[in-house]
Each structure stands twice: as structure tokens, then as C-alpha cells.
């Protein structure tokens, strides 16, 4: 009987199988007809054609044989959602890990990468086998009052993220005016530079992408050259990759590595990426085919971005740990303490570290506005101009960032605490991008063929649930030492409340908790169907 059961088990789930598959087929010839009402990432003209090299099979399933001439057309996307590795908000965690810990967290920031990549995996999955990015998704797949506080979230993640990024370039302007210009007026040259790299994009995709690159290769060669110059020990950088260790002294750090990988609106921002690329969804072949160029190219671009933090964490771990000022090293004095460290010379530290620093804001904040572009676009299906979006989008952001510059300009220990409750705010945004993602990608019915399997699934939700616990910590630990008086103790205790009970409807959406509890919960919390 064990035989037969078998067999018909198999051909009722190859049924199931071919009926997803086919549901995802319909949504998205559905989506094709109605493809000029609804926003979308890139209109048909600006998407690159991607030539086959000598490859003509009439069976759409075939995945055509590798191609280095293909690889290099893909190559792209991965390395703007790299980026995000990159900001300076990163770079601080990067420089006050090597500063407080030495090497000792150089394997976390390893694993931290490796997890980052996982979700970067995932987000570019769910826009090429759908031909849709995360936000048009969750705008679809949630009620509209789900929908426009998933949407309210990743807007405050992406501010906070880009008032860090856009102070990070307006302190290397700093740098390197040697004080004449100050904070705010480094906030309105990178607010300004920002819609000049954006217009190459009306010169194609890849003029833009070639930028990124050049700007990439800067930060790589600027802080490749501080590593050349402080010359950190080679045998504790191979301990400190290889072998884990943490105390208690640099558990914040620790939390600091791994909090500063996952950014909201970076989750968002691959699976529109991904997009630039014509590919039919239509033909299983061409989507399998895409993925695969995509995963090599973003495992490469992430593989540069740890090389350049970890040239970061160990500058600063050989000048600064175990010294009076590593307690006190932040973004705005690191380039004074450098200087003082290691002098001048033909190219003096500072200006290396500035010049790097510059790279890493004004990239960043280049990529935060496409991010607000997909974000309000695909959750709100506003129809605007590329220009209007892009106004809207940074203003949100330049406004408070003004703010912040002319009210912090002289105050290094206030814009430290401030840039604590940015990473705070950011940190509590994260599951709001991670639970509709994984919640997406699991769905059949959405996704076809090209769902993930059960074993992924497990090790996804196991990242997403570690990377959620380890920045529940961090709030937890901040509201503890930050949260004074019983007014404010109340506001904060009722809007935790709030933002559980949404977690908590979420889950129930993905299917990952057990019916038995889910079957507890209020109606408004029926879970949608895989």
C-alpha cells in the first residue's frame, strides 16, 4: 500500500505544483494588459535587452548555458542595493567596533554579511519571478489600513537612514573644506548632487550604474590605502575572522554589526533593481536564468562591501583599542583622531578617510531617493514624474536634515545621541520590510515554481528572527538608559503595544505560526492563503 500512497501523494502535490505555477502565470499576463494604469519600477523603453549569445531553444523551461558576455549585462543592481553595506552609518558602527572591540567581532561582521545576503537573495527573487518589487506587492496582498502602515514605516526608516547619510557627506565637505563650509551647507551641496547623478539616469541605466561604480571604487581605494598606511596585524585579523568571540563589554557593538546590515528600504529597493533587466516572467527558463546572474553578481558586490568594512574596523582597531579615546571615536571626530594618530604626509589620513567618507554619503543618499521612489510609487500606485517623485522623496528627508545640521553644528555629543536614535528608529522599522518579504516569497501562488522550499523557508525565518531579537535588544537596551520620566515611560510602553500587535498580525499573514494559536487570535487576524 506504502507504493501506491506515494505515487498519488507525488502527483497531487506535481498537481498542486503546476496549478501555483499557473495562477502565478495568469496574475502576471493580468498584470500586462494593465501595465500603463499601474506604476511600475521602469517603463518597458528604459529596461536593458538582454541578447542571447548563440542560444535558440524552443522550449521555455531551458536555462541557457552560462555567459560571461551575459553576466557583465546583469551586472548592476546587486552593487547599487550594495550601497546600503556602505553608508556611513555603517561606517561608524564599522569604526567604533575596531575602536571598542579591536578584531575580536571581525567574524560577526562576516556572518552579519552572509545573513545580509540571504534577504538581498530573497528581495531580487520576489521582483524577477513576479515582475513586480516588494512595495507593489504589499500594496496587492494587504488591506489598505496594512498597507499604508507598512508604508508610513519604511518612509520613517528611509528618512532616518538618509538624514545619517546625508550628515555623513556633509562631515567629509567638512573634511575636506577644512572647516570653511559648514554642516548645513554640506547638507544643501549633497541635496543638490544627489538630483545631478540622478539625471544620468535619463542617459540609461547604466550610465547611472557606472557611476555607482566609480563611486564604489573609490571608497575601496581610499580606505584600502588607510589599511596600507596603519598596517593592522595580520594574524589577529585571521583570529578575529576565524575564531568568535564576545564579552560582555562589547555586546552593544556586536548588536551595533549585525543592526546596521539589514536596512529597511534596502529590501525594498533590490526587487526594483532587479527590474532594469527585460526578462518575459512568462518563460520559467529566462527567470531561472536572471536569478542565477543575480545571485553571483550580489554575492560579488557583497563581497566587496565586507572587504571595505573590514578595512574600516581594523584601521581603527590598530590606532584606537585599548586608547582614552575609544570610548569617544564617532564619525564626527574619527577624522581629527586619525590625524592625530598617524600625521600627514603626501596624502595625509585625513583627507583619505574624507574622501572616502564623501563617496560613502553621496552614494548613499543617492540610493535612499531611488529607494522612496519604489516606496511611495509601488504603495501608493502614484503615477508622477521621475523628477516629481524624486523632489518629493528628498525633501522629506533635507528638511529634517537642515534641521538637524544647524541645531547640531557645533555639538559632537549631541549628534552622536542623535545618530543613536536614528539606528533606534531604523532598527524598529526592520521587520516591517523582513515579515512581508518572507511572508511573499513562501506563497505559491505569488511566486509559482519559483517559491522557496521548506528548508530555505526555515532558514530564512531563523535570520529574520534572529536579526528582529538582536535589535529588539538594542531598543530595549537604549529605552532603558534614554526613557526618563513617567509621561514619556507611558507613551513609549503603549506605542510597544501597538507595534507588537501589528508584528503579530503580520506573522499570522505569513503562515508561520502554529494553527493552533493562529486559530486563538482576534477575526481581524485570519490568515490569507498560501
Known amino acids: 500500500m506504502s507504493g501506491p500512497s506515494r505515487e498519488e501523494d507525488s502527483k497531487v502535490e506535481e498537481r498542486e505544483h503546476k496549478e501555483g505555477e499557473g495562477n502565478r502565470l495568469l496574475e502576471l499576463e ?20 538582454v541578447v542571447d549569445f548563440e542560444f535558440d531553444s524552443v522550449d521555455d523551461s531551458a536555462v541557457p548555458p552560462f555567459s560571461w558576455k551575459k553576466l557583465w549585462m546583469f551586472t548592476g543592481p546587486g552593487f547599487l542595493m550594495s550601497i546600503a553595506f556602505l553608508d556611513p552609518g555603517n561606517l561608524e558602527g ?29 528581495s531580487a527573487r520576489v521582483g524577477v519571478a513576479t515582475g513586480r518589487h516588494l512595495a507593489e506587492l504589499c500594496r496587492e496582498e494587504y488591506p489598505n489600513w496594512a498597507r499604508y502602515v507598512l508604508w508610513f514605516m519604511a518612509e520613517l526608516a528611509l528618512i532616518g537612514a538618509d538624514i545619517q547619510e546625508v550628515i555623513g557627506s556633509a562631515i567629509a565637505i567638512q573634511i575636506l573644506s577644512r572647516g570653511v563650509l559648514p554642516l548645513w551647507a554640506g547638507v544643501l551641496i549633497t541635496a543638490s548632487d544627489c538630483f545631478f547623478f540622478l539625471f544620468l539616469e535619463n542617459y540609461g541605466v547604466r550610465k547611472l550604474e557606472a557611476a555607482f561604480a566609480v563611486l564604489i571604487a573609490t571608497m575601496a581605494v581610499s580606505f584600502a590605502w588607510m589599511f596600507g598606511d596603519t598596517k593592522p596585524s595580520g594574524k589577529e585579523l585571521l583570529m578575529g575572522i576565524l575564531i568568535p568571540r564576545l564579552s560582555s563589554k562589547t555586546i552593544r557593538q556586536a548588536v551595533g554589526v549585525v543592526g546596521c546590515v539589514i536596512m529597511p528600504h534596502n529590501v ?36 566587496v562591501t565586507f572587504m571595505i568594512n573590514l578595512f574600516v574596523t581594523t584601521v581603527f582597531a590598530k590606532g584606537f583599542y585599548g586608547t582614552k579615546q575609544a570610548n569617544s571615536i564617532g564619525l564626527v571626530n574619527a577624522g581629527q583622531y586619525l590625524e592625530e594618530k598617524y600625521g600627514g604626509g603626501l596624502f595625509p589620513i585625513l583627507y583619505i578617510w574624507g574622501i572616502g567618507l564623501l563617496a560613502a554619503g553621496q552614494s548613499s543618499t543617492i540610493t535612499g531617493t531611488y529607494a522612496g521612489q519604489f ?22 528627508a ?16 549631541s549628534l552622536d545621541v542623535l545618530n543613536e536614535w536614528l539606528n533606534v528608529l531604523q532598527s524598529v522599522q526592520i521587520p516591517f520590510a523582513l515579515i512581508p518579504l518572507l511572508t511573499l516569497v513562501s506563497k505559491e501562488r505569488i511566486m509559482g515554481s519559483f517559491k522557496i522550499g521548506p528548508v530555505l523557508e526555515r532558514v530564512a525565518w531563523t535570520v529574520a528572527a534572529l536579526i528582529i531579537v538582536i535589535n529588539g ?23 510597544t503595544v501597538l507595534y507588537i500587535a501589528f508584528l503579530v498580525y503580520l506573522i499570522s499573514q505569513s503562515g508561520a505560526l502554529p494553527s493552533a494559536l493562529v486559530d486563538r487570535l482576534p477575526k481581524g487576524f485570519s490568515v490569507t492563503e498560501n
Open 30 to 49: 493580468g498584470e500586462s494588459e494593465t501595465e500603463e494604469e499601474d506604476e511600475a519600477a521602469y517603463e518597458s523603453g528604459e529596461k536593458i535587452v
Open 268 to 303: 525594498f529597493l533590490h526587487s526594483a533593481l532587479v527590474q532594469s533587466r527585460k526578462i518575459d516572467p512568462l518563460k520559467k527558463g529566462r527567470v531561472q536564468e536572471a536569478l542565477n546572474y543575480y545571485n553571483i553578481e550580489s554575492t560579488v558586490a557583497l563581497s
Open 375 to 396: 516606496i511611495m510609487g509601488g504603495f501608493l500606485n502614484l503615477r508622477l514624474k521621475k523628477w516629481l517623485r524624486a523632489l518629493i522623496t528628498r525633501s522629506c
Open 473 to 495: 535588544y538594542l531598543l530595549v537596551d537604549f529605552f532603558v538608559s534614554e526613557v526618563n520620566g513617567v509621561l514619556f515611560g507611558f507613551v513609549a510602553c503603549s506605542c
Open 94 to 122: 564599522d569604526l567604533q567596533a575596531g575602536a571598542i572591540a579591536g578584531y575580536s567581532l571581525l567574524w560577526l561582521l562576516m556572518w552579519a554579511t552572509f545573513m545580509g545576503l540571504l534577504i538581498q537573495l530573497l
Open 398 to 413: 533635507i528638511v529634517p536634515t537642515i534641521i538637524v545640521a544647524i541645531v547640531y553644528n557645533s555639538s559632537e555629543a
